[in-house]
Each structure stands twice: as structure tokens, then as C-alpha cells.
């Protein structure tokens, strides 16, 4: 027996406030509030709101808070493996690990944010409040965790499979 969900679809959208817009709207609504987000954390909450609401499901169905790293640890590593290294592997008939691997890293960054944001909330919500860092620093720090994983991810694809389609592209 399949359990009912916490909320529908279109309450996980209008919680991100992404109701009623047309695709091209969504996407660009997408890239202006993940990057502009203020977290790591809040960064992944914003991205594709689409996938995030399957993955919210699997979220609660692993436990959700109660057992928030695992459950957060294996979403991630999920998606990196299955919706990514996965579509690679079946178009181009090559092994990577590239995504599973970036997503890993994510997954880490992800829980030790939340855990120190967890522990500082008093100084998060001054930081919050006084906004003291322009919108500019944000979206740098989003795309910096975002690219430093991923570039580890290829090295680190590179060493295992120096052989896949994905590494050739790099000699």
C-alpha cells in the first residue's frame, strides 16, 4: 500500500512559489532564486522544482528529519548516479561516475551546512536580517560548490575510467 503524500504537487510548488508560469518562466525563475540563495542548502531546495518534489517524497519515505543526513546522502548520490551517470552510460555506451561522485561531494557540503546553520541560527538570522553580503557573494559561493565538486568528480572519473567517453574529452 502506497502511502498518501505529505503534500501534492502543486502545494510543493507554490511553497517555491512556482505556480502558474509557463516552462521558459520556470526555468529562469529557477536559475535567478537557486543562484540567489543565501545556503548551499538553500540552493538545492530551489533548483528544479520538478525532480525536487519526487525527491521530497523520497525524502519522507527514508525518514526526513529524523534521519536527515542519510536520507539527504542518499538523495543526492541518487540523482547523481541514476539522472545523470546513468543517462551518460545509456547514450554513450561508457562508464562514469563523474555525477555520482560530484553528487557525493554535494551531499557532504550539504549536511555539514545544515548542521552548522542548525548550530548558529541566533548568527545565520543576524546575517539574514542585515543582509551584509551582496547578492553578488551569494551566487559566487553557490557556483564555486557547485563547480569545485564537479571538478572533482572528473578527476576522479579520470582515475577510475581513463578509458570512458567522458575522460577522452579532457586529453
Known amino acids: 500500500m502506497l502511502l498518501k503524500p505529505a503534500i501534492s504537487f502543486e502545494q510543493y510548488l507554490k511553497r517555491r512559489d512556482y505556480t ?35 525527491f521530497f517524497l523520497l525524502y519522507s519515505l527514508m525518514g526526513g528529519n529524523r534521519k536527515r543526513p542519510l536520507a539527504i546522502s542518499f538523495i543526492f548520490i541518487t540523482s547523481g548516479f541514476v539522472f545523470h551517470d ?13 555525477f555520482t561522485v560530484t553528487f557525493a ?20 538570522s543576524y546575517i539574514s536580517r542585515k543582509n551584509l553580503f ?10 564555486t560548490l557547485l563547480a569545485l565538486p564537479l571538478a572533482a568528480g572528473f578527476f576522479i572519473n579520470f582515475l577510475v575510467f581513463p578509458h570512458s567517453v567522458i575522460s577522452r574529452l579532457f586529453h
Not at 543562484?35 to 531546495?45: A, E, L, T, V, Y
Request: with cysteine; net charge positive; proline share 3%.
Open 20 to 54: 502558474f508560469l509557463s516552462f521558459d518562466q520556470a526555468i529562469f525563475k529557477t536559475i535567478r532564486k537557486s543562484f540567489s540563495q543565501k545556503s548551499f542548502c538553500g540552493f538545492w531546495r530551489m533548483w528544479n522544482p520538478y525532480s525536487g518534489y519526487v
Open 86 to 98: 546513468l543517462v551518460l552510460l545509456l547514450v554513450t555506451g561508457s562508464i562514469s561516475i563523474v
Open 105 to 124: 561531494i554535494y551531499s557532504m557540503i550539504f549536511n555539514i551546512e545544515h548542521r552548522m546553520l542548525a548550530l548558529g541560527k541566533g548568527v545565520n
Open 134 to 143: 551582496p547578492l553578488k557573494f551569494h551566487v559566487m559561493v553557490n557556483m
